[in-house]
């Protein structure tokens, strides 16, 4: 190898950078904590080393120039800075910002789940830098805890974008293998699709779950068993709860077109930071742990919900859900999905009667349009019936403003794309005892302006309701798991 030598021994590349320790190794080869004489500044070095499946030499360094071209091109704080790149002999070496840090995954395994306001901050700064580089083109394509590095401070740094694929370039990767760690691996890319931005996404629900809940969400005794988890399963979450359950779930939706977008996930994390009351990083202390580890269960619903909302929830459940982000409604809805209807005088269901979630949720008749539905209709769900109410919420609201009122308008998009995200989520994120609910269709219900405007005991009826039916066929059992 052609390389300089100091006078203590240390190799020095390219004249400049003396490699002073080791720092860690793994497959690809060496981390080296090294030296810029000619700044003098400490860095990092990566020693990239042939991979043993016998890659061809210049497949792997247009691999390494592709990584520095995609570090030069992204400027996000949370993303690591690459200097240079040096070729010297059968090594090629990357030179890269200095980050004295554990990692995510060192840090669960110190302190167990962390604090739940820590874990939305570190979502943040991930979310940023992921952002940056979906806005470049780029894919980061291995988004997992060994690759977030987390300072004393609570900043956040990003590391490896190696494997990273822009979306303009051509693939590098061998015919059929999949690059990416599986547990962490996207349900799209197991079954052999292209690495895209929302994969992304998905990586990072289940980077958050590690953190906030101490276990892999998917990982079981084997790979085949690993990816058989994520393509089939649904994980629970027994610490977490409020806007940060709501953006983990919403990105580990296993279809791309209902999963949770950045702006969806970005109001989420800023909300679940808003309630516990941080509004910076926090910082991170040696040593420290967490001590709120107790499962939190939902609160049951109301028995009539029409005439027993509030109008002080509705703010608050309009901040869990993200409501108020610009595009936070881009995503196309689940091929699941059917028509969202409106309910009350002047809707598409004239009268919805009187559903009791707690104790009848189930209807005994075609939910359609025209169709008017009376309180008789809502049944127990121990005999065949048409359809379920599996989830509900309360729309923003609770006062008779232009800006409250304008929501339920027929020409109003808001309320409409609220209740259909909020359904999706319950939907895909194991709200219903069904696995895999490939028959199952659901629509989203909402008070017509008649109703929205209607103030009956003096409280508005602005409730929406998530209802679930089968294609071509009865339910035969409640499919809504019951909380205790």
């Known amino acids: ?274 309630t516990t009351g941080t509004a910076t990083p926090t910082a991170v202390h040696p040593g420290a742990t967490s001590t709120d580890t107790r499962p939190v269960s939902a609160p049951s619903p109301p028995r009539r919900l029409a005439t027993r909302v509030g109008a002080a929830v509705v703010a608050v459940m309009l901040l869990v859900l993200g409501f108020l982000a610009g595009d936070w409604w881009a995503s196309p809805p689940s091929t699941n999905m059917l028509e969202t209807l409106t309910y009350g005088e002047g809707g598409d269901i004239p009268s919805l009667g009187d559903p009791s979630v707690d104790y009848a949720p189930c209807l005994n008749a075609p939910l359609r349009q025209g169709a008017a539905i009376a309180s008789s209709n809502w049944v127990e769900c121990e005999e065949p019936h048409e359809a379920e109410i599996y989830d509900y919420a309360i729309a923003l609201g609770g006062d008779d403003s232009d800006e409250a009122r304008s929501l339920a308008a027929p020409d109003g998009a808001d309320l409409t794309r609220f209740a259909e995200a909020k359904c999706a989520l319950s939907f895909r994120s194991g709200t219903l005892r069904e696995e895999r609910p490939d028959d199952l269709r659901f629509r989203a219900l909402i008070p017509a302006r008649a109703e929205w405007e209607r103030t009956p005991d003096g409280a508005p009826v602005r409730t929406v309701y998530c209802v679930v039916s089968r294609a071509g066929g009865q339910l035969d059992d409640r499919l809504r798991v019951e909380v205790k």
Do not use: C
């Open 1 to 274: 190898m052609t390389e300089d030598q100091s006078h203590t021994g240390q190799r020095t590349l390219a004249g400049r950078y003396v490699l002073r320790a080791e720092l860690g190794r793994g497959g690809m080869g060496v981390v080296w904590r090294g030296e810029d004489t000619v700044i003098g500044r400490s860095v990092a070095i990566k020693e990239l080393r042939l991979p043993e499946s016998g890659e061809h030499a210049e497949v792997f360094q247009e691999r390494v120039l592709r990584e520095v071209r995609t570090g030069g091109r992204l400027t996000d704080p949370a993303v690591v800075t690459v200097f240079d790149v040096i070729t010297e002999a059968q090594s090629t070496y990357i030179v890269m910002e200095l980050v004295e840090a554990p990692t995510l995954s060192e840090l669960v395994a110190e302190r167990g789940p962390l604090d739940l306001d820590l874990v939305a901050a570190i979502g943040e700064q991930v979310l940023a830098a992921l952002t940056a580089a979906h806005q470049a083109g780029i894919v980061h394509r291995d988004v997992k805890p060994s690759n977030i590095m987390v300072a004393a401070n609570g900043r956040v740094k990003l590391t490896d974008f190696g494997i990273a694929q822009a979306v303009d370039d051509p693939r590098l990767t061998t015919s059929g293998s999949l690059v990416g760690s599986p547990a962490f691996m996207a349900p799209e890319r197991v079954a052999g699709q292209p690495a895209t931005p929302a994969s992304d996404l998905w990586s990072l629900g289940a980077t958050l779950f590690f953190a906030a809940e101490g276990t892999v969400a998917f990982e079981r005794g084997s790979t085949a068993a690993t990816l058989h988890a994520i393509m089939n399963e649904v994980p629970y979450l027994s610490r977490t709860q409020g806007p940060l359950a709501s953006a983990i779930m919403g990105m580990l939706i296993t279809a791309q077109d209902a999963r949770f977008g950045p702006v969806q996930v970005r109001q989420l994390l800023d909300a679940a930071r808003t």
